[in-house]
């Protein structure tokens, strides 16, 4: 039947209906991602934590623990281990960042009077720079420190939030796993169980190396810090520290960038000399001999790629997200390396520099003969296995 043109169709209340109906809906899921946005990125923390603390919990469970217990062992005992370490280092550390605080008005002094006498650059006073905050943020410091409290409550129940559930996490394990795989087939079932066992390795790898090479950061550069005389060697070595390893590339020198501008307004050029001296070089040891021997199992990232993630993170969630960059990028990765088969390269100079050797025979490269990335599965998977025989055969 041919329709009246002078008629709409008789779908088009129901479709406008619809429509409106879709907009709606979408404006509502869009404000609701936004109330929740600081919820969903403490759910993300504690799923990473629980995934960095899974392999405790296992060994504990391979020792005779029962897994909620094991779950609480290890979940107190990185708590516990981390108040221990602010409890040791807590106390000089709010001293020396206190005494910084204070003293930066005299090390902009400083800074101020050296530019001015080498370069004839006139850079403005110190009271100068009061006043003129005063003026512009005077209002906005007094009505957001009425938001101090709010924020304290509301840090606090964050933490609280995340360790709980963290704490379900560790504590549900594979009937975790089970209740997300029985709305599966089996066949999806497979996938998913390897793309968690990946990501399990990968991303407990990684940030537990991120941990332990922030640590040696820490320590080295406060040691060397402390024997030059700087002031304030420990908040400035913690930082450079937690820096140079969850920012990439550019990591090094963001971080060391405060030391030196503290030893260069303090002490003088030659120690600020030898503090960029010790930054290059501990960054090239780090590079060839330190970081290979501690992240031989962790994933490594493209470094122009991971700092594109971290900046990109970082715009859209602050810094929390550029934080969580790295441990997300990771998985990404994990996730392309079961999923995306990888085939062999051709034969072209444009795959190697003149005098390099050609990539096709590299065999270091992780894809060739499993072009899955699957080898780190069968070998945990055959780890277990011999595990699992041992404590039947004890048994």
């Avoid at 120690?271 to 960029?276: E, F, K, P, T, Y």
């Avoid at 960054?283 to 994933?299: D, G, H």
């Amino acid at each position: 039947m041919q329709h009246d043109a002078r008629r709409p169709p008789r779908w088009w209340g129901k479709g406008l209906a619809m429509a409106v109906l879709a907009v709606f809906v979408g404006l509502f899921a869009w404000d609701a991602l936004g109330a929740l946005q600081g919820l969903l990125v403490n759910l993300l923390i504690a799923f990473f934590i629980a995934l960095a603390l899974e392999p405790i919990v296992v060994w504990l469970v391979r020792h005779g623990w029962k897994r909620g217990g094991a779950a609480a062992v290890a979940l107190l005992g990185g708590l516990l281990l981390t108040i221990v370490v602010f409890a040791l280092f807590g106390n000089l550390f709010v001293q020396q960042l206190v005494q910084l605080v204070k003293n930066v008005p005299d090390l902009y002094t400083s800074a101020q009077e050296m530019v001015e006498e080498r370069f004839a650059v006139e850079v403005p006073a110190v009271d100068d720079l009061v006043r003129q905050g005063a003026e512009q943020w005077g209002s906005e410091v007094a009505s957001g420190a009425l938001l101090v409290g709010t924020t304290i409550l509301g840090g606090v129940f964050a933490a609280l939030t995340i360790l709980l559930v963290t704490y379900y996490l560790l504590a549900a394990g594979p009937r975790f796993r089970a209740s997300i795989c029985r709305w599966l087939t089996p066949g999806r079932q497979q996938e998913v169980l390897r793309l968690w066992e990946v990501t399990q390795v990968k991303v407990s790898d990684f940030i537990n190396t991120r941990i332990v090479l922030a640590a040696i950061a820490t320590a080295a550069t406060f040691a060397f810090l402390a024997i030059l005389g700087t002031p304030y060697s420990l908040p400035l070595a913690l930082f450079t520290g937690v820096v140079s390893q969850f920012v990439p590339t550019i990591g090094t020198y963001i971080g060391g960038a405060l030391p030196i501008a503290v030893a260069l307004t303090s002490q003088g050029p030659p120690q600020a000399l030898g503090v960029l001296a010790f930054i290059l070089g501990y960054q090239q040891i780090e590079n060839l001999w330190l970081a290979p021997k501690v992240s031989a199992r962790a994933l490594e990232m493209n470094a122009a790629v991971s700092f594109v993630v971290v900046l990109a993170f970082g715009a859209v969630f602050g810094a929390l997200g550029a934080f969580l960059a790295l441990p997300i990028a990771a998985t990404i990765q994990a996730v392309a390396n079961t999923y995306v088969q990888r085939h062999e390269l051709v034969r072209s100079h444009m795959l190697h520099d003149p005098g390099e050797a050609d990539p096709r025979e590299d065999d270091s490269d992780p894809g060739r003969g499993d072009p899955g990335g699957r080898g780190d599965v069968d070998k945990a998977r055959a780890a277990a296995r011999e595990v699992d025989r041992r404590r039947d055969a004890e048994a």
